[in-house]
């Protein structure tokens, strides 16, 4: 499970990127522009040499999110409105519930649109018009990315590309929107599943997914 939860972690990085120091300050520099669309697509990432395809559903910072991996098909529901995150496991009829700054989630939504991007210029990708920025910073202790950010002005990340470093092996990360349909979003999908029992995932459960993994 700890490792199921390592490898999503590098996806979810992949997908938005983190918070921590960006490449210095400058007269160019600037936040990524605040999320206020709502739309589905399809998402592709590679992390390292690993292809991986999912799915996201996006409401002004309200994300519900599918990757599916060798361990099968992992959802993701993210609320920074409520500084929480919840690993959907239906098979097992749990949600574990992780904090925005865990790291199991492997990102701080709260600190991304207000980090430093240093912009580049403007694109056209997935047929959207973006401006290209520059991050880089630290992902949680001891993971950093370093890389490119394409993102429309209503805050839509369409495309990154990049190095991710953790514990001081790097690789590189992928990932880039596609099928992007704009348009409101069912409430429902920003919701636990009434049907799921929530789990806080503490220090002590954190010890035990290790043992039962064998993980670090």
């Excluded at 999320?35 to 991986?52: I, Q, R």
């Excluded at 401006?131 to 993971?143: D, F, I």
């Excluded at 999908?189 to 039962?212: I, Q, S, T, Y």
Aim: charged share 20%.
């Amino acid at each position: 499970m700890q490792s199921c939860f390592r490898l999503f972690a590098m996806s979810l990085a992949a997908l938005v990127l983190a918070g921590g120091p960006a490449l210095g300050t400058s007269a160019s520099a600037a936040t990524l522009p605040p999320p206020t669309d709502s739309y589905a697509a399809d998402v592709s990432l590679e992390v390292g040499t690993t292809h991986l395809a999912g799915t996201v559903r996006h409401d002004h910072g309200r994300e519900l999110r599918t990757i599916d991996t060798n361990y099968g098909r992992q959802t993701f529901l993210v609320r920074p409105d409520r500084g929480r995150a919840w690993l959907l496991q239906a098979g097992l009829g749990v949600a574990l519930e992780v904090e925005l700054n865990s790291p199991e989630l492997g990102i701080d939504l709260n600190r991304l649109y207000r980090i430093d991007a240093v912009p580049r210029g403007r694109e056209t990708i997935a047929g959207l018009p973006v401006t290209r920025y520059r991050l880089a910073g630290e992902v949680v202790k001891n993971s950093r990315f370093e890389g490119d950010v394409w993102a429309t002005d209503s805050g839509m990340l369409v495309k990154v590309d990049g190095t991710a470093t953790d514990s001081g092996r790097p690789q590189p990360v992928r990932m880039i929107l596609a099928n992007i349909k704009r348009g409101p979003q069912d409430p429902s999908n920003f919701e636990v599943p009434a049907n799921l029992n929530v789990m806080k995932v503490d220090g002590a459960m954190r010890g035990l997914l290790r043992g039962l993994s064998g993980g670090q």
